[in-house]
């Protein structure tokens, strides 16, 4: 598959070759960088459409992952990153467009010498026009069955009616998803409609892979006029298809049997073959992480520590019926144990 950026506009970096560990002289470094100034600042206006721009970190990063994860949109072709210090240098291929608004903006590739990953602010937002315009969408994004932070939501001109493929890079702007799922886009012309994908490059390899990346649309248009240029406070929830969801309950065990341990099973509806096995805790409780379907749910006292039930022999509670969805949490599936059939 072609990959969904190029170097010009790239996502997260894979985690940099560079490990964790003690400065010459001293602890480790465990101590996450920061962006602490821009070139332009972030919300700059009137930027000149030759501006060369430029990063500066709170501490030295590593050169190669943190300059691969610098990214401009729209898409403009980068020449030149380059390193002096603790600052990065970004020369472009081309001159900015008059009247557009941009984002520059860093992918979690971005890292320190010790492979700490950027903390904070990761955009930079600036205009070639004389003014910002007001637009802005600020929402989260909850994640279900993956990390929300470092999701990217991309914005398109619903006027443009132009959607994602696996070569375009064609968003208007774009905003990134913090550890608690808050993104902002901003800087977007009003009065606009536009509308938001959701971007999550799971495996990290910056190309939109189907069965393992996460590419969604937002059913909804947003509207952006001059008496109301914001949409805030707003959530967006995107399930990892693939994701298993959890069934947790408690084992109700009244026969005493100290042999052996109690454990659950969940065995599919469609195929006995396939079985999640585990185990209950202290307080009788237990998690299983299944896969989406239908599913039957039992507990036994696995007399021999096999971890497979002996139907005659060990005792076990009546089947409980499951079904479950991607990401998904089934509570209180509570299982009574019963005397196996030959009394014991």
């Known amino acids: 598959m072609a990959p969904l950026l190029g170097p010009a506009l790239v996502l997260p970096a894979l985690v940099s070759c560079a490990k964790k ?4 002289g001293g602890p480790p470094d465990l101590e996450p960088p920061r962006m602490v100034s821009s070139m332009p ?52 291929a081309e001159t900015l467009r008059r009247d557009q608004t941009y984002t520059l903006f860093l992918g979690s590739g971005a890292r ?10 990761a955009t930079v937002v ?9 637009g802005a969408l600020d929402g989260q994004v909850v994640a279900r069955g993956f990390p929300a932070v470092g999701t990217y939501v991309w914005c398109y001109d619903a006027a443009t009616g132009r959607e994602p493929d696996s070569t375009a890079r064609d968003f208007d702007a774009v905003g990134l998803a913090d550890p608690d799922g808050h993104f ?49 406070g707003f959530a967006v929830t ?26 659950v099973m969940a065995v599919a509806a469609d195929d006995s073959l396939r079985q999640v096995v585990g185990t ?11 896969p989406k379907g239908a599913w039957f749910v039992r507990a036994w006292r696995d007399l021999d520590r096999s971890r497979t039930w002996q139907r005659e022999t060990e005792p076990a509670s009546a089947p409980r019926q499951v079904e479950v969805q991607p990401a998904a949490e089934i509570l209180d599936i509570d299982l009574v144990l019963e005397p196996a059939p030959g009394g014991r």
């Open 112 to 121: 320190d010498r010790h492979g700490n990953a950027l903390e904070g602010r």
């Open 184 to 232: 902002r886009v901003v800087g977007l012309p009003v009065p606009g409609r536009y509308r938001l994908w959701v971007f999550a490059d799971l495996n990290g390899n910056r190309s939109l892979e189907p069965e393992s990346d996460i590419l969604t649309p937002v059913d909804t248009v947003f509207t952006l006029a001059a008496e109301a240029p914001a949409a805030r």
């Open 126 to 134: 600036f205009s070639t026009a004389d003014t910002m315009p007001p």
């Open 280 to 290: 209950v805790d202290a307080e009788f409780r237990y998690e299983l992480s299944v």
């Open 238 to 263: 995107v399930v990892n298809p693939r994701s298993p969801g959890k069934v947790r309950g408690t084992v109700l065990d009244s026969l005493r049997i100290e042999r052996g341990a109690l454990a």
């Open 21 to 24: 560990g003690p400065p010459t």
């Open 41 to 92: 600042d972030s919300g700059a206006s009137a930027v000149p459409r030759d501006a060369v721009l430029a990063l500066t970190f709170s501490e030295g990063m590593d050169p190669r992952s943190t300059a691969e994860a610098v990214s401009i949109a729209p898409r403009v072709d980068i020449r030149e990153r380059h390193w002096k210090g603790r600052t990065v240098t970004i020369a472009l």
